[in-house]
């Protein structure tokens, strides 16, 4: 049924009817809800190109402020975090500074304790 459409479509054309006349009259022939004409098809497909070209303007910009948010919240991780092992290397020494200075005086005390009390 529709190549048959297109056929009245196209013959309308070729006598000399405008394009717009054209296609209302084909629309006309029973069953041609659907018709669309090579006009229809190209507004559709520029429509169609700028809709996609303005979503991936909108989503370049989205990415653009999600990667900027992203990195200002690492940068915030990355100090909080150095700052953590900063006091943990701080209170890491300070137990080594202790063990180190008490292990001298319990090694001579076993000593004693075992030379003068078996």
Do not use: H, Q, W
Request: aromatic share 4%; glycine share 6%; net charge neutral.
């Amino acid at each position: 049924m529709s190549v048959m459409v297109a056929e009245v479509y196209r013959a309308l054309l070729n006598a000399g009817a405008d394009e717009e006349l054209a296609r209302e009259a084909a629309l006309a022939v029973p069953g041609t809800g659907d018709l669309a004409t090579r006009a229809d098809l190209k507004d559709l497909d520029l429509r169609l190109r700028a809709e996609i070209k303005d979503l991936e303007l909108r989503l370049g910009a989205e990415i653009k402020d999600l990667e900027l948010r992203l990195g200002a919240e690492i940068k915030k991780l990355e100090t909080r975090l150095g700052a953590e092992i900063k006091k943990l290397e701080l209170r890491i020494g300070r137990d080594m500074s202790v063990l180190k200075f008490a292990y001298g005086p319990v090694i001579i005390a076993l000593l004693v304790k075992l030379a003068f009390f078996p």
